[in-house]
Every structure is written in structure tokens, then in C-alpha cells.
């Protein structure tokens, strides 16, 4: 199951208790638990990691560390089997992913604090910035429904997607080292090697047949580091948002990068914006899709539904940061 590490609640700050305390009451349910899961591979948590000791041994909760993928949705599951109320990720999108799968349907509740390198959930929900500022959002104890999408069966939370973004996200996940330089040089990389597609998008009844160089399904509004994909997605409607982006042209690239930068990519020439509660992509072959940045084999006809409200997160109570 991979190193866990525990302390004693006896005289630490109660505050993440609290956040599972009936109405009125002055003291939680010394039985309701909350389990931190780091990721120390997660953008920026390895050297974080004696901070964020301190900090969990201070709130009385526990911290499990994984030390290979998958690792986070397992150490989930066997928190909320042990009693645990409130279940913390700490890593990005993708540790996110594996903890908030591991808690759907179960009643428990999901927390971020965020340590990857785009953190596009959290960014969404508001929950950015410091640790500290993310801990005292946590501590407030505000949630909201978490509706959990699910592409070819793999569940996704942020974004899932077919075509230039899952090779960039393949790429990205095979590289060595991290941060904004690397991913710009491997985004460029990858621009050269993409070649768009021919895909069939099926919904409500309706088809679109178009070329596309990359097709997303968002359930939250962006990727990440404030590239919005789907600028009126949200997470709690019950409905997932299909973008799907043209080909790159020498008239098209600095308008579509900007409009992805500013949270306007839905009014670009070229660009199809739909909303639904399910869609089936056709494209020619297989082809790798990814799902919160992870990445999958699949085959030319992709489905992408939502379960609405699949379980609830801790995020700041006012209107949702796209």
C-alpha cells in the first residue's frame, strides 16, 4: 500500500475536524477523520514535503505519501474504508483525478491543495494560490457538488480530450523534467509532429462532421495555468462543454492562443462549442486520449458522459473562478 504516516490528534488544531460537524455543534465527531494523499512526483510537492508534515501533524490529520501511479486512488479508497470523512489530494490534476474517483459515491468529501503544475480543478474552483490560503479555504468547511465525467470509462474531473492534447499530455508525462520552460518546449515539439484529424462528433440527435487538431470535453473550464478551454463549463450543471479546435494556420494561431489565454476560445473563427450530457466522437484509428493529463490507448469511436454531483468538494463558497 506504500509508506503511511499517522499521529496522534491529542492536542492538535481541530479546525479540519470541524468540517464535518453537525449544525451547532461546538466539537466534531472524534471518528471523523481527514487522510492528506501526496504525490511527491506532483509539480511542486517533493520539496514541500517537511512543510506539508508540519502542517498535517498541526491539523491532526494523517498523511499518505504514493510512490507510483494509481497508488492514490488505492490509498483513498482505504481511507474511507478506515472512516475517514475528508480525503485531501495533494499534487495536480492528476492526483486529483485518482483521489476524487476513489471517493465517488462513497459520501465522502474531496479537498485540493494544490502542488502540480497546472492544477486546472483547483484553479476552477478557486482554490489557488498559497498553501496557507488553500488550508484556511479547506478549514472553512463551504463545499458544492462535483459532477464526475467519464471518457471511453475512465473518469475525469478537469478535462478530458482527443487529439494534440493527449499527445502533448503523452509527451509531457514521459519527460524528465518539469516546469513552464519544459512544457513550452515540448508543447512547440509536438505542434510539429500533430496532424489533424477527421472526426465525427454525435449528440442529441445531431452529427458534425469536421478536421480538427485537438477536441476537448470539459467539465471544469480549463487545463490549467489559465488556458481555458470551455469558459462556461461548470462543475456542478450536470452537463460536460465539447471544444473542438481547427487546424493551426498561419491566420489562426495567434488569435486561437489568445483567445485560449483570455477565456475566449468559445468566439474564435473555426472554433465548435457544444453542451450535453453525453457525446460520441468518431475519428479514423486509435489514437491516445487523456483524462486530467493521464493518458490511455483507445479506439475511433470515444464516449463521454457525466454523472451529476458524483460526490462534493471543499472550495470557497462565492461563484466559481473560471
Avoid at 177 to 195: C, D, M, N, V
Avoid at 294 to 303: D, K, L, Y
Wanted: overall charge positive; charged content about 20%; some cysteine.
Amino acid at each position: 500500500m506504500g509508506p503511511v504516516r499517522r499521529w496522534s490528534t491529542g492536542g492538535a488544531d481541530t479546525a479540519f475536524y470541524r468540517w464535518q460537524a453537525p449544525p451547532g455543534s461546538s466539537k466534531a465527531k472524534p471518528d471523523l477523520k481527514t487522510c492528506f494523499i501526496a504525490n511527491p512526483r506532483s509539480g511542486h510537492t517533493a520539496p514541500r514535503l517537511p512543510e506539508l508534515t508540519r502542517r498535517v501533524r498541526r491539523l491532526g490529520a494523517e498523511l499518505r505519501l504514493t510512490d507510483h501511479p494509481g497508488q492514490a486512488r488505492e490509498l483513498a479508497a482505504a481511507a474511507v474504508r478506515e472512516g475517514c470523512a475528508t480525503v485531501v489530494a495533494v499534487g495536480g490534476d492528476g492526483t486529483v483525478n485518482e483521489v476524487a474517483g476513489a471517493l465517488a459515491g462513497t459520501g465522502a468529501t474531496l479537498g485540493i491543495l494544490p502542488a502540480g503544475s497546472g492544477n486546472g480543478l483547483a484553479r476552477h474552483l478557486g482554490v489557488h494560490g498559497s498553501w496557507t490560503r488553500a488550508l484556511d479555504l479547506l478549514a472553512a468547511g463551504h463545499t458544492r457538488p462535483l459532477d464526475a465525467g467519464r471518457a471511453d470509462g475512465h473518469p475525469f474531473f478537469a478535462v478530458a480530450g482527443l487529439g494534440f492534447e493527449a499527445l502533448l499530455a503523452e509527451r509531457f508525462n514521459q519527460a524528465r523534467r518539469r516546469g513552464l520552460a519544459a512544457y513550452t518546449l515540448i508543447l512547440l515539439r509536438s505542434l510539429r509532429a500533430a496532424e489533424p484529424r477527421l472526426i465525427r462528433i454525435h449528440a442529441a440527435g445531431k452529427t458534425w462532421e469536421l478536421p480538427v487538431l485537438t477536441l476537448a470535453v470539459a467539465n471544469a473550464s480549463q487545463y490549467g495555468g489559465g488556458a481555458r478551454i470551455a469558459p462556461r463549463a461548470r462543475t456542478d450543471d450536470g452537463r460536460l462543454d465539447l471544444c473542438a479546435l481547427p487546424p493551426l494556420r498561419p491566420g489562426n494561431a495567434l488569435c486561437l492562443t489568445w483567445r485560449l489565454l483570455t477565456g475566449r476560445i468559445d468566439r474564435a473563427p473555426g472554433v465548435l462549442c457544444l453542451q450535453g450530457a453525453e457525446f460520441l466522437v468518431e475519428r479514423p484509428g486509435n489514437g491516445p486520449l487523456q483524462t486530467d493529463g493521464e493518458v490511455h490507448p483507445a479506439g475511433p469511436a470515444v464516449r463521454f458522459t457525466v454523472t451529476p454531483g458524483a460526490l462534493r468538494v471543499l472550495c470557497p463558497p462565492e461563484r466559481e473562478k473560471a
